[in-house]
Structures are given as structure tokens and as C-alpha cells.
């Protein structure tokens, strides 16, 4: 079964987040490997991010045209709203991506190195930002935290755009954040990098040491995919586990994994939905040990 002509990616994230990013990479991946076909179709749907685009899809079942950028935020939301629709209810159809976090500070901070970070917030209340409670923002905000004793404040901002604005205008003193979204920051000048939350350095910033050669070894491994509406048929699941494939062989793909530091981590269909399981139990555990799990009903 040929997936329809139009095809259309919704994008769960807001402008000046990292799904858009992806979208746009995945739109030049298509013009560039099927020169004929008429180009992907973006579809904002991030203001409420995950959540929108999976509503949406809800009402979209069995639609062979339309699929949505995805990360754990199409995870954590259930869990943390007690929200009946979950990805069960709708058709994981890949896994594309592996990225990483960073530790960021303002450029003229007078502590953005790892070791003077540590050293600073052991002696100091600092703030950090995300854009909701048990984001991933937060759960490695109280692993810093948790690491070092640390006293630090948690500052829910608008949206996760709002989270660079809020550290730049000095309302938080330090973010993680993936390369997507600080690259821009950090090349206008406003942010420097002081650490890889990864077991090694990475491509991305390979002069930046991890936090764990600074004496606080935290890590996290974040996924970006795929996800369709429920319902759709094993025929135009299969043809989007092709499409997807090939767009992965393209210069605007290899392109955008360099300029981000992220690892290709291609895993579709069933070993994609079983994947998500095991995500699912991942942020269930350490949401209900951060006390961020609504009670039963």
C-alpha cells in the first residue's frame, strides 16, 4: 500500500524548541531522497506540546497520511495528568534519534566550568527552569540536586522556549537542554556550555567535559520519533517504516545528526511499541519517587 502523495509531520513542540528542528530535517531529507513527490506538510501543534498532537490524531484514526514528531513528553504527559489516551492508543512508528543533554549557564557567568559549578551551588541556592513539573528539565535538575546536596529552586516557565529567556534575562542561573535548542544561544554569544550530561564527550561541544569528569557522574539518553494515529492499517505502517529509512540516507539528515550531536537510533514498528513499554515504566517509577503522580482514582 503507497503511502498518499501529500503526506503531512506534525510538529509537538512550539518555535525555538527541538521538535521543529527535527520536522525541518526530516522536510529536507524528503525534497532531497524523493525529488518528486510534493513536499511534507509541517503542521504546528505545540502549545500544548505532545498532548495536542496526540488529541489531534485521536481524531485522525486510521489515516495513512499523517504522522507526528514524538519524544517522552507523549510519556510523561499521561502519567502525569492521569490521561486516559495514551501511545498505546495510537501507532509508534519509529524511533529515529538518540540526543543528549547539556549543562548551560549565561556567557558571563562567573562559575560556567564544571568544577566551579559544583563547587558554586554546594554553597548556594540556585535556580533552574523547565516548562512543567516531572519534565525532563526537572528530573535532572533534582539529580544535580540529589548528587551534590544542593539546594535548588525549580522555575516552571511558559514554554520551553521561555526556559533560554529566563536564563539569559537572569531569572535562572542554569538549564539542561539539548544541542538544538542552546546552539542558537550559544552561537549569538548569551550562552556557554559547562558540561555533557553523558558517560563521554560529545561531538557537538567536544572541547566540553561531562559533569562526571568534574566528580558528578549524571546522565540521560533522550529519544526523538515517530508516531501515526491508531488504526492504521500493517500496510501503511510498513510504508512508513520505509519512508522513514530512506530519508536516513540523505545528506540533510547526516546533516542535522552532525550539527546536533545525535546518534541515528532507527528502531521501528513493534520493537519501537515494546521500546516505549519499557520508557513507560522508566518515568512511571521515578515520577511517582519525585511525588509527581496524580492519586488513584
Not at 534519534?97 to 541556592?125: C, M, Q
Not at 556550555?193 to 557537538?204: W, Y
Not at 539528515?253 to 520508557?279: C, H, I, K, M, V
Amino acid at each position: 500500500m503507497p503511502l498518499p502523495p501529500r503526506k503531512t509531520l506534525i510538529v509537538h513542540g512550539p518555535a525555538g524548541s527541538a521538535p521543529p528542528v527535527l520536522a525541518e530535517a526530516l522536510r529536507a531529507a524528503q525534497a532531497e531522497t524523493m525529488p518528486g513527490e510534493p513536499p511534507l506538510d509541517l503542521m504546528p501543534k505545540g502549545d500544548d506540546p505532545g498532548v495536542d498532537s496526540m488529541h489531534y490524531m485521536e481524531t485522525r484514526r486510521g489515516d495513512p497520511g499523517l504522522v507526528s514528531t514524538c519524544t517522552p513528553v507523549f510519556i510523561q504527559a499521561p502519567l502525569l495528568r492521569g490521561m486516559a489516551l495514551t501511545h498505546r492508543q495510537l501507532t509508534p512508528i519509529a524511533r529515529m534519534v538518540a540526543d543528549r543533554f547539556f549543562l548551560v549557564a549565561r556567557a558571563d557567568s562567573p562559575w560556567a566550568e564544571a568544577g566551579r559549578f559544583l563547587e558554586h551551588i554546594t554553597k548556594n541556592t540556585t535556580r533552574t527552569g523547565g516548562y512543567f513539573l516531572g519534565g525532563i528539565n526537572h528530573l535532572l535538575a533534582l539529580a544535580i540536586a540529589d548528587g551534590t546536596g544542593a539546594d535548588v529552586e525549580f522555575i516552571v516557565t511558559e514554554s520551553e522556549p521561555a526556559v533560554w529567556n529566563a536564563l539569559i534575562e537572569g531569572r535562572i542561573d542554569w538549564g539542561v537542554g539539548v544541542a538544538a535548542e542552546i546552539l542558537p544561544h550559544v552561537e549569538a554569544g548569551t550562552m556557554t556550555v559547562i558540561a555533557a550530561l553523558d558517560g563521554a564527550r560529545r561531538p557537538a561541544f567536544p572541547e566540553v567535559p561531562t559533569l562526571g569528569e568534574a566528580g558528578l557522574p549524571v546522565s540521560f539518553q533522550l529519544w526523538r520519533g515517530i508516531m501515526g494515529p491508531g488504526g492504521l492499517s500493517e500496510e501503511a505502517q510498513a510504508a512508513w517504516h520505509a519512508h522513514f529509512e530512506r530519508l536516513r540516507d540523505s545528506t540533510a539528515w547526516r546533516s542535522y545528526l552532525a550539527r546536533n550531536g545525535q546518534e541515528d537510533a532507527f528502531l521501528p514498528g513493534r520493537d519501537f511499541r515494546d521500546f516505549l513499554e519499557t520508557e513507560w515504566d522508566w518515568y512511571e517509577k521515578h515520577l511517582g519517587l519525585a511525588g509527581l503522580l496524580p492519586a488513584p482514582a
